[in-house]
């Protein structure tokens, strides 16, 4: 039998982790279709084509960056933030880049395509701002103490 807790149970690594993933990928992918379907009906197919490719393109670069952050802090947490920076700094500079470097593409709206990937990104910026401010993570995992080894 359980008793009552003043809050919620915290979180484990593990479960922390998926919950740092789940939660902006799911908040993307929803902007990412309500983005797609509007330039789907202001652009037409290279809308919906432009929108597509952005929501996969912050969805993968995003994701692949936390779970490179993710593992970052579980080796070496001391240069954790360090990381996030850069890892933060190098996707914002890709994003820039690609809006550039498909400015004048004809198989897509640009458009439409640099409007997803801002309105992506920043849904993933508040989420993860969100989630991490929710999100109780034991720094010290109990039996992890001293003499107590598995």
């Not at 919620?8 to 998926?18: F, V």
């Not at 850069?86 to 409007?115: R, S």
Request: net charge neutral; aromatic share 8%; charged share 10%.
């Amino acid at each position: 039998m359980t008793t009552p807790t003043d809050g919620p149970e915290p979180y484990t690594a593990e479960a922390a982790d998926k919950q740092m993933l789940r939660v902006p990928i799911i908040s993307v992918t929803i902007t990412g279709i309500v983005i797609t379907v509007l330039a789907y009906i202001f652009a037409g197919g290279q809308g919906l084509v432009a929108g597509i490719i952005g929501t996969l393109v912050v969805v993968g670069f995003f994701g692949g960056g936390q779970y490179a952050v993710t593992r970052v802090l579980r080796n070496n947490p001391a240069i954790a933030m360090n990381t996030a920076l850069l890892v933060y700094l190098i996707q914002m500079a890709v994003m820039f880049g690609l809006i550039l470097v498909l400015q004048d593409a004809t198989f897509f709206n640009p458009k439409a395509f640099a409007l997803t990937i801002v309105g992506c990104a920043l849904v993933w910026t508040i989420a993860m701002v969100l989630t991490l401010t929710r999100t109780k993570v034991l720094y010290v995992e109990p039996g992890s103490g001293p003499g107590q080894m598995p």
